[in-house]
């Protein structure tokens, strides 16, 4: 399983980024996914996840509204199209493998990570 995150970069706030994360060995299409973050000093937290189909996806209440995910599984590729970027925001961006088909809301029962993309939302 390889996930190579890419997009990350300085924004302003306010601001727009749009993650990618490219996916290979296994079966994409088959398993549900979703990006993480962690800030400096501070414990990896969910912000969002997608099922297999992308029919249905789950956000973080600090993302809701500003944040969406979403999948191309013709270009096994996830994406998270970020809006409105506060500083809060500024962290290393993750995106992961689900165990199952079906994501939850609690950000649980992922098994693979990819290196991360840093975001910094500063003026």
């Known amino acids: 399983v390889q996930l190579v995150e890419s997009g990350g970069g300085l924004a302003q706030p306010g601001g727009s980024l749009r993650l990618s994360c490219a996916a290979s060995?296994?079966?994409?299409?088959?398993?549900?996914m979703g990006w993480f973050r962690q800030a400096s000093g501070k414990e990896r937290e969910f912000v969002a996840g997608?099922?297999?189909?992308?029919?249905?996806?789950y956000s973080a209440n600090s993302v809701k509204g500003r944040f969406t995910i979403s999948r191309d599984n013709a270009k096994n590729t996830l994406y998270l199209q970020m809006t409105n970027l506060k500083p809060e925001d500024t962290a290393l961006y993750y995106c992961?493998?689900?165990?199952?088909?079906?994501?939850?809301?609690?950000?649980?029962?992922?098994?693979?990570w990819g290196q991360g993309t840093q975001v910094t939302v500063s003026s």
């Open positions: 992961a493998k689900s165990l199952y088909k079906m994501v939850g809301r609690t950000g649980t029962g992922y098994d693979y």
């Open positions: 060995g296994f079966s994409f299409s088959s398993y549900g």
């Open positions: 997608i099922n297999w189909s992308g029919a249905g996806t």
